[in-house]
């Protein structure tokens, strides 16, 4: 294994992903350990993975919080006692409220018992529709987080580094482009947000001819596909009116890189 494979080649990201074997990963880390550009390489590739996993975190909805912590139903009897009547008539009397007052009472416990299993029923089957709505959700975006991760391990990506112009010295961009496919995905979490009525252009340097890319919206730990771009010396990223404009404003620069 050389220097130019493991920067070229995608060990650096299968290394993350626990994808090497272990004499693949034991070389790795000898060259993250020795080599500076190796050991950068690295560290800028772990922060792209974990902004992927913040941007995917995921809450539980208030409805799962309840059903989760939602204690049993205890349901108390209540008894009554009577004084012994001191006449069989009186005892008769009174043995025979008491079961007819037992009665109603059992009569109407039951009756509640069956109005609230029909209520929890329904409770229970709108937890059952939410409870399949987020895992549809959850499962939607671990299928694009796994997207995100077979462009981060594809060889067939390069990995192109904006850097902040004078406009915006803090500001960096990444671009992965694969030219056979024409495909380009941007990372843009290193920019700051626009006004409303502005939005972020990025450009495909042609033979120093400007090409329009697409036109987004920063948004922190994001991957975002861009249009398709087969041929390119270099990418840029220009401040446009929302919407984007037919040739780049030069002077709202942010961020500029040479593809490899």
């Known amino acids: 294994m050389s220097r130019e494979e493991i920067l070229n080649e995608g060990y650096l990201a299968a290394y993350i992903t626990e994808e090497l074997s272990k004499s693949d990963a034991a070389e790795v880390e000898q060259f993250i350990a020795d080599d500076?550009?190796?050991?950068?390489?690295?560290?800028?590739?772990?922060?792209?993975?974990?902004?992927?996993?913040?941007?995917?975190?995921?809450?539980?909805?208030?409805?799962?919080?309840?059903?989760?912590?939602?204690?049993?139903?205890?349901?108390?009897?209540?008894?009554?006692?009577?004084?012994?009547?001191?006449?069989?008539?009186?005892?008769?009397?009174?043995?025979?409220?008491?079961?007819?007052?037992?009665?109603?009472?059992?009569?109407?416990?039951?009756?509640n018992e069956w109005q609230d299993t029909d209520y929890r029923l329904a409770q229970l089957t709108a937890r059952n529709i939410e409870l399949a709505e987020s895992y549809n959700t959850v499962n939607q975006e671990l299928s694009e987080i796994r997207q995100d991760l077979a462009v981060l391990v594809s060889p067939e990506f390069s990995r192109i580094i904006l850097n902040g112009t004078d406009n915006a010295a803090n500001a960096k961009a990444v671009i992965y482009w694969n030219p056979n496919d024409e495909e380009v995905y941007l990372n843009s979490a290193n920019m700051a947000s626009l006004p409303q009525n502005q939005q972020y252009q990025l450009w495909a340097l042609i033979d120093g001819v400007p090409v329009d890319a697409g036109v987004f919206d920063a948004e922190e730990g994001t991957f975002q596909i861009m249009k398709n771009i087969a041929k390119a010396d270099a990418f840029a990223v220009t401040v446009e009116q929302t919407g984007g404009a037919d040739s780049p404003t030069l002077s709202t620069m942010q961020v500029y890189g040479e593809a490899i």
Not at 47 to 66: D, G, H, M, W
Not at 94 to 111: C, D, K, Q, R, T
């Open 36 to 111: 500076e550009e190796i050991r950068d390489e690295y560290y800028n590739l772990q922060k792209t993975v974990e902004q992927l996993a913040f941007q995917y975190s995921i809450s539980p909805s208030e409805v799962v919080k309840r059903y989760i912590m939602e204690d049993s139903k205890v349901v108390k009897f209540f008894g009554e006692s009577s004084e012994s009547a001191s006449s069989g008539m009186k005892l008769a009397l009174a043995a025979s409220v008491i079961i007819a007052l037992a009665s109603m009472m059992s009569a109407y416990y039951f009756w």
